[in-house]
C-alpha cells in the first residue's frame, strides 16, 4: 500500500503547522521560495502552505522580518 510505514502498516500523519512556524512560512513566501519546498520542509501537503498565503489560515499572524 502507498504511503505506509513499513513494520504495521499506519501512516504517520503529518506535521501539524503551529504558530510558531507561520512568520517563517510568511517569510519565506514573500521571498519567493516555491511552496512546494516550504511545504516539503514541513513535511505537509502544498495546500496547507497555500492557505497561509491566501490568508485562510493564521491571517492575523505577520511574517518574520
Known amino acids: 500500500m502507498t504511503g505506509t510505514k513499513s513494520g504495521g502498516g499506519r501512516r504517520e500523519p503529518s506535521y501539524r503547522i503551529?504558530?510558531?512556524?507561520?512568520?517563517?512560512i510568511k517569510k519565506r513566501i514573500a521571498i519567493g521560495d516555491f511552496l512546494n519546498r516550504i511545504?516539503?520542509?514541513?513535511?505537509v501537503n502544498p495546500g496547507r502552505i497555500s492557505?497561509?498565503?491566501?490568508?485562510?489560515?493564521?491571517?492575523?499572524?505577520?511574517?518574520?522580518?
Not at 39 to 43: F, G, M, P, S
Open 51 to 65: 492557505e497561509i498565503k491566501k490568508g485562510r489560515k493564521f491571517a492575523h499572524i505577520q511574517a518574520a522580518r
Open 18 to 24: 503551529k504558530p510558531t512556524d507561520v512568520p517563517i
Open 39 to 43: 511545504a516539503a520542509d514541513y513535511d
